[in-house]
């Protein structure tokens, strides 16, 4: 494993949001978020807590707009974050699951971290908000996630009711997924590929 703390800071500001991402993937699941979007914000601290990532977000965006740039933009400064901070991803696990359930509603998340972006994300139908959150940015959130972070991820909600109740499961699911898959593992000296490379 490349030494050093697994860390990363990410600021991007655009005409559209302003926004600054603090990662630590070794912390204790201390989670300080602010995106003026106050259900994604409660999404992005279960995300955190279950995956042990200390997190702190500051976002201002075009939110008299909707919520499009904002959420979009975390997903993309967050997924820079992980990349930066797993360096040459010497050492880790590289894969991840997770099963959560959240009263009717499960979620699972598989996850790979190959330098290779894919989302396949699979829900029942979702009412159009949850607050101030339009469900039609999950995708997009997940989507910048992965291209951004060099992330392979499949969400998968096979069934549930209550649309928080199915989102709060898929992102803990994907933090305790990805926990997994950025993990140190002791037995490997090097990159996880037979490629030599990720």
């Known amino acids: 494993m490349s030494e050093g703390k697994r860390s990363a800071f990410i600021e991007r500001k655009t005409k559209e949001t302003a926004i600054a991402v603090q990662l630590d993937l070794d912390g204790s699941g201390s989670a300080e978020v602010n995106t003026g979007i106050a259900f994604f914000d409660h999404m992005l601290t279960l995300f955190a807590v279950h995956g042990f990532f200390d997190l702190t977000i500051r976002a201002q965006g075009d939110l ?10 975390v997903g993309i400064c967050l997924g820079q974050a992980f990349s930066r901070a797993l360096g040459d991803r010497a050492g880790i696990r590289r894969y991840g699951q997770a099963s959560v359930p959240m009263d009717e509603a499960l979620a699972q998340a598989v996850v790979d971290l190959p330098n290779r972006p ?12 949850v607050g101030a959150f339009e469900t039609e940015l999950l995708p997009e959130f997940f ?15 096979p ?40």
């Not at 008299?64 to 933009?73: A, L, N, P, S, W």
């Open 64 to 73: 008299d707009v909707d919520g499009h740039h904002t959420v979009e933009d």
């Open 143 to 157: 989507r910048a996630f992965c291209v951004h972070a060099g992330a392979t991820l499949h969400l998968h909600v």
């Open 118 to 129: 894919y989302l396949v994300l699979q829900t029942p139908a979702l009412v159009e908000r």
């Open 159 to 198: 069934y549930g009711d209550n649309t928080h109740h199915m989102l709060e499961a898929v992102f803990k699911a994907c933090g305790r997924a990805l926990d997994q898959a950025t993990s140190v593992d002791p037995r490997r000296t090097g990159v996880p590929s037979s490629k030599g490379i990720l």
